[in-house]
């Protein structure tokens, strides 16, 4: 929805990749869905004939994806759905899983479970020195022991664009299961899953297609197996990998609506307000940018040299001003988790406006003098002739840019797999992996 602030001006959202801001028309929907459905049941959402609503979901979904009707699965979101594939999946001790540094904690924690119940090998693709994936690496390392690939489409942790149609084509003569988390590039870039060559995509329904909480989606594809040659495709849709929990009738319901209204957003020209969003950021005094790679998307990471991202983004909020503030176990493969502090995360959508950018910068500098001046107070007020220097607003001494500068991972060899068991952190299955060297 288009909260106000208090001065009555919309609320300048720019956290899409958290949770996207749901149009007003998905919002009524849901509405209305959810008090039918707590009244008579489930059973008052199926539409006439029966099921019609999930029809209509999936043939947007098929449209969206580029994908054969009849492929797509339901879910609580994209975590769930890969939990629910790579439960099923059968490896050998000799098996070989790959993941990259963008892989977020929850697909990390499914990974992690295959890996101790069949025993193989979990290694880690390297990056280049520029950020990008190394794909060199991947040709020189690859071979049949390789049996599942798991790559991020766009990385939640600074807004890399993975190229995940050059990694189909090297995948595609080896036996390797190529699976692709889509949550963060859905509604945000063109997807195409049959010329991306992935056996599964999965997908969050809250982030850029901006639809209800608690819902995503998977594509799988025919597997060589599936069927026999020149078979027909099956007729309904294909049943989940293993059982998976299914979403509410009322969040169904208004992710149809939130697609429809994707589908004619998609239609009109959109501009690209990533640069004005990285100019306002490298502009402000103080302020680093994350690398993110030769390609970026939607999603800007960056932290202050000496103020903490959890003031800045308070102080961001009392302006209207809406992003996410990132930490290091929600990608802890990630160069930029390595570093203790915590950074900022804005994300852009075709809903956001330049003025919304530009309500971004004047607020940040007015973040900027205000926590400066508070640090300033007590540091006055408790310095003597023989003081030392005040360390930063968070009690430590303030982190330079080599903070940012975190090491990348990178090596002749395959990368292994440094955490182990994970422990609950916070909702939606995100876990903390603790390092084991």
């Known amino acids: 929805m288009n909260t106000p602030t208090q001065s009555g001006e919309r609320t300048a959202h720019l956290n899409t990749a958290g949770t996207g801001r749901m149009p007003d028309a998905v919002h009524a929907v849901l509405a209305r869905a959810t008090a039918l459905e707590d ?18 979901v999936h043939a947007r979904l098929a449209d969206l994806l580029g994908v054969p009707a009849g492929r797509t699965v339901l879910t ?15 490896l050998r001790p000799s098996d070989r899983i ?35 994936l190394d794909l060199d690496w991947m040709r020189t390392h690859l071979d049949e022991d390789v049996a599942l690939v798991s790559v991020v489409h766009l990385s939640a942790a600074c807004g890399t664009v993975n190229p995940v149609e050059e990694i189909g084509r090297l995948l595609a003569p080896h036996r390797a299961q190529y699976t692709l988390d889509a949550s963060h590039s859905v509604g945000l870039l063109p997807l195409d ?13 809250w982030r850029f297609l901006r639809g209800p909480q608690d819902i995503g989606f998977a594509y799988l594809a025919p597997h060589p197996h599936d069927d026999p040659p020149g078979a027909p495709a099956a007729a309904g849709p294909v049943p989940p990998p293993a059982p998976a929990p299914a979403p509410t009738a009322a969040a169904v319901v208004a992710l149809g609506t939130a697609l429809a209204h994707h589908a004619r957003a998609a239609r009109s020209p959109q501009p690209d307000l990533l640069p004005l969003l990285r100019a306002a950021v490298h502009h402000t005094p103080g302020m680093e940018l994350l690398a993110a790679g030769g390609r970026q998307a939607g999603v800007l990471a960056f932290r202050h040299a000496e103020i903490p991202a959890a003031a800045i983004r ?47 910068r004047r607020a940040l500098a007015e973040v900027l003098v205000e926590e400066r001046h ?41 990368q292994p797999f440094p955490y182990r068991t994970a422990r609950p952190a916070r909702r939606r299955g995100h876990l903390t992996l603790h390092r084991t060297n």
């Open 39 to 56: 009244r008579y049941g489930p059973a008052a959402l199926r539409g006439s004939p029966p099921g019609a609503p999930h029809r209509r």
């Open 314 to 360: 308070r102080g961001l909020a009392r302006r209207g001003v809406v992003l996410a503030k990132t930490v290091a176990h929600e990608h802890p493969l990630h160069p930029a988790g390595r570093v203790a502090a915590p950074a900022l995360r804005a994300s852009v959508h075709h809903d956001n406006t330049p003025h919304d950018i530009d309500r971004l």
């Open 374 to 414: 508070a640090a300033a107070v007590p540091a006055r007020a408790a310095a003597g002739p023989t003081a030392a220097p005040a360390p930063g607003p968070a009690g430590r001494a303030a982190a330079g840019p080599a903070a940012v500068a975190a090491p990348v991972p990178a090596g002749p060899g395959p």
């Open 98 to 132: 790959w993941t990259t540094p963008h892989e977020g904690v929850a697909h990390l924690h499914a990974l992690h479970a295959l890996r101790e119940r069949t025993r193989c090998r979990l290694e880690v693709v390297p990056l280049r020195p520029d950020g990008d």
């Open 76 to 90: 609580t979101g994209a975590a769930q759905a890969f939990e629910a594939f790579t439960r099923t999946t059968v």
């Open 193 to 205: 899953a049959r010329r991306i060559g992935c056996r599964l995509l999965t997908a969050d329904g």
